[in-house]
């Protein structure tokens, strides 16, 4: 799997939009970004996955670059429980093995604190 | 759903001793992940198995741990004997099969060796 840049931390005021950046200038082009977070003391979530196409749910956005070399997961409106570690993480998707065929290799992430 | 449930939550055990640690995935999901997940080395992945087969156990530490999978909904983690360097949370996530999915993941067990 490629490997994936996040900064260590960032700070968000609640209620506005948290939008963090993650670098993959490596990514092949069966890879797929995925986006998880870690609550303090909980095990990690998913939140949301794109391959090029921007994506939305009803937690998040997924903005990826043209080129695909870096996304944005963005939190429209955070709170104070969006306070987390958000992990970027690349993934092969290969049709043959099913897809789900490797584990996830977490980096270090992002430390996102919502301030009140 | 209940999501993926891991017993016990908490597990105190002195040096030497067996622990088995236990998981029970999703119904229908035909993944299962065993991570580790220590303030120096994160999350790391221990082994995953695809329908009750494991298949990549290279991220086991050692000897000392093993996983199974007799069915599809019950794996156990075990160490044998444990040591204070296993002190870690360890969590248990599943998934279905297809790279749309991600993973969910249990509330892990923290373990304590002393």
């Known amino acids: 799997d490629a490997k994936t840049t996040q900064p260590p931390s960032m700070d968000c005021a609640e209620g506005r939009a948290a939008n963090l950046p993650c670098n993959h200038s490596?990514?092949?082009?069966?890879?797929?970004v995925y986006w998880y977070r870690q609550i303090h003391s909980q095990g990690p979530q998913y939140i949301i996955h794109g391959l090029k196409n921007n994506e939305t749910n009803e937690m998040a956005s997924l903005i990826i670059t043209e080129d695909r070399k870096s996304s944005t997961l963005i939190l429209p409106h955070a709170t104070l429980r969006d306070t987390a570690v958000y992990y970027c993480?690349?993934?092969?998707?290969?049709?043959?093995?099913?897809?789900?065929?490797?584990?996830?290799?977490f980096g270090k992430g992002t430390h996102l604190i919502i301030q009140p | 759903d209940a999501g993926v449930i891991q017993s016990p939550r908490h597990e105190v055990t002195e040096m030497g001793q067996e622990v088995t640690l236990r998981c029970k995935p999703i119904s229908g999901h035909d993944y299962l992940f065993w991570y580790r997940q220590t303030m120096m080395r994160g999350l790391e992945l221990l082994i995953y198995f695809n329908n009750n087969v494991p298949i990549d156990d290279s991220g086991m530490p050692e000897d000392r741990f093993s996983a199974k999978m007799p069915n599809a909904s019950f794996s156990t983690l075990k160490i044998q004997p444990s040591e204070p360097r296993d002190s870690a949370v360890y969590f248990c996530?599943?998934?279905?099969?297809?790279?749309?999915?991600?993973?969910?993941f249990g509330s892990g067990t923290r373990l304590t060796v002393v």
């Open positions: 996530a599943s998934s279905p099969q297809g790279f749309y999915y991600g993973y969910t």
């Open positions: 490596t990514i092949s082009g069966n890879e797929y």
């Open positions: 993480i690349v993934r092969v998707a290969s049709l043959y093995s099913g897809g789900g065929a490797d584990g996830l290799t």
